[in-house]
């Protein structure tokens, strides 16, 4: 039985171990952190993840936990719309909803779907030879070396295993933008999910089930910045508090020390493969994206999925060739995760933008966009929602 390794316990880390468990892989995964999770973040699955995760069996277990309903769309900072739609006519469109979750609960449902024994927590694993068609790849952890027939790097956006396959200078930049996540109770009267843009600051919100609210923000910063005192609660309120109702109260309900602070860095160019020998890239650590359009877990979802067809195909056959599936990973991916991360940078750009006119302009444009017709706002999601998962080779 072929044997993967798995670097990661995020979303793609998880994903690709239950999926290449799924057909029949043994598998490990090593998670340095003691938890899988931190409290407070919320994370979008769009129709093409809900298709992916239809092959581990843990698509329907999302879409239960659809909460958006209504309208929703991109305001101004005082609460006027620039552009909405209707969030039935985005479903109908693309056959799944956009469903809004904790990221912690589709993460328990990913565990759920691993076998006993095959999650290592607080177990730091490094690449030590990603090996070849004639040699498996090893990884070192603290019981020692480990040869495995796959290692699977997921390993997040400063990724070691990246720098050991493409040494050199690291390829992500800071874009001067940093990120905030919190989560907290719902108004009694319910939300209208929305993105508001300012001069150059973005609030979210979105409804989740159980009475609960996802927010999200970002802002200019210098990289590594922090709130004064630690308190980034009080810096959302600094930055929001003067926006359209509910944003004021929304953030006075954050209890403070559950709100993330991350900086919000991209891939200007892309890798120029996402495999060497018999290891994969994954997600972050092959593609890092800014979070404006909502893909990044979503993209690494795929990356499992698609992973695992690829080298199951090749177990299959009388004389495995895992490099040479692995090309076939990076062949159906890279392209695809390219088109994604270049997409979300410029949208990343057009809400940084602060000059008065340029933000005019921008808010004119998408204005504009909206009036053509309630379904305008959501063809833009055409090339991503689109995609369909690979066949199971069986």
Known sequence: ??????????????????????????????????????????????????????????????????????????????????????????ADRYGDPLVVTLRAALVDLLADRLPDGALHLDSTAALASPGDAAAPATVTTAGGEQAADLVVAADGIHSPARTALFPGPSPIRYTGLTAWR??????????????????????????????????????PAPEGARAPGGDERAELIRLFGGWYDPVPALLESVEPDVVLRNDVYHMPRPLPAFHRGRVALLGDAAHPMTPNLGQGACQAIEDAVVLAHHATAATRTGAPDLPGALAGYTAARRRRTTQVMRRSHHLARLTALTGAVPVA?????????????????????????????????A
């Open 1 to 90: 039985m072929a044997h993967a390794i798995v670097i990661g316990g995020g979303i793609g880390g998880l994903t690709a171990a239950a999926a290449l468990h799924a057909h029949g892989w043994t598998v490990d995964l090593h998670e340095r952190a003691a938890t899988l999770e931190p409290v407070g973040s919320g994370l979008a699955i769009g129709p093409n993840a809900l298709r992916a995760l239809d092959t581990i069996g843990a698509g329907d277990p999302v879409r239960a936990l659809a909460a958006l309903h209504g309208e929703g769309g991109v305001r101004r900072a005082d609460g006027r719309w620039l552009s909405r739609t209707s969030i039935q006519t985005a």
């Open 182 to 219: 919190a989560v907290t109770r719902a108004p009694a009267g319910g939300l209208t999910p929305a993105e508001a843009w300012g001069r150059g600051l973005v609030f979210g919100i979105n409804p989740l089930a159980g009475g609960r609210a996802y927010l999200y923000a970002t802002a």
């Open 361 to 393: 302009a921008r808010d004119t444009a998408v204005r504009l966009a909206g009036l053509l017709g309630p379904t305008a706002l959501v063809r833009q999601g055409d090339m991503i929602f689109r995609w369909r998962p690979p066949t199971d080779p």
